[in-house]
T-cell receptor, first 114, second 111 residues
Framework: ETGVTQSPTHLIKTRGQQVTLRCSSQ?????VSWYQQALGQGPQFIFQ???????GRGNFPPRFSGLQFPNYSSELNVNALELDDSALYLC?????????????FGSGTRLTVV | EDQVTQSPEALRLQEGESSSLNCSYT??????LFWYRQDPGKGPEFLFT???AGEEKEKERLKATLTKKESFLHITAPKPEDSATYLC????????????FGEGTQLTVNP
């Protein structure tokens, strides 16, 4: 059973640029969620994708967008980067409709905006 | 608004010194309460899910309990390798699969 893999592990971008982060879900999972974790804080829910459609969104502006592909992998896109976007971005996969356990997190992408 | 509060923010123990971490929550319809462990620079690692008041789960030196207002993570005879940040999260019936996390408790176990 493979886990959740995220790429890249680290990224440095300039304010105003755009970034794409990638996530491969755990085998057998069909739902992917993205979280933002600022230093010293708990993860904050950005959005979730199920069947390639956004299925719930947290308090994040539209410049945060995503995609889910038929193989259940996912992308998080952030446009017009701001300094406050610097954080650890976490991807979590689960199986919608099955066990309520099993939110598996990846190791995250550390994004630094300068 | 759903709220999750963890205490203490940081806890320093000597090896073998048992203690408890607290997670209090205010939600409209709890579907599940999750405990995760997070090492620096890594993603959260799943520990337990609790679904109803009175439920308890154990794994090695860790035991999680749940009441209608809070959850405790009891650590018995901790070892230095138990040092990590412990995160509590809730899933609410009206919010789909979204997890709402607390700020975490940073645990340090000294040898």
């Amino acid at each position: 059973e493979t886990g959740v893999t995220q790429s890249p592990t680290h990224l440095i971008k300039t304010r105003g640029q755009q970034v794409t982060l990638r996530c491969s879900s755990q085998s057998g999972h069909n739902t992917v969620s993205w979280y933002q974790q600022a230093l010293g804080q708990g993860p904050q829910f950005i959005f979730q994708y199920y069947r390639e459609e956004e299925n719930g969104r947290g308090n994040f502006p539209p410049r945060f967008s995503g995609l889910q592909f038929p193989n259940y992998s996912s992308e998080l896109n952030v446009n017009a980067l701001e300094l406050d976007d610097s954080a650890l971005y976490l991807c979590a996969s689960s199986f919608f409709g099955g066990r309520r356990d099993g939110y598996t997190f990846g190791s995250g992408t550390r994004l630094t905006v300068v | 608004e759903d709220q999750v509060t963890q205490s203490p923010e940081a806890l320093r123990l000597q090896e073998g010194e048992s203690s408890s971490l607290n997670c209090s929550y205010t939600v409209s319809g709890l579907r599940g309460l999750f405990w995760y462990r997070q090492d620096p620079g890594k993603g959260p690692e799943f520990l337990f899910t609790l679904y109803s008041a009175g439920e308890e789960k154990e794994k090695e030196r860790l035991k999680a309990t749940l009441t209608k207002k809070e959850s405790f993570l009891h650590i018995t005879a901790p070892k230095p390798e138990d040092s990590a940040t412990y995160l509590c999260a809730v899933q609410v019936r009206t919010s789909g699969s979204r997890l709402t996390f607390g700020e975490g408790t940073q645990l340090t176990v000294n040898p």
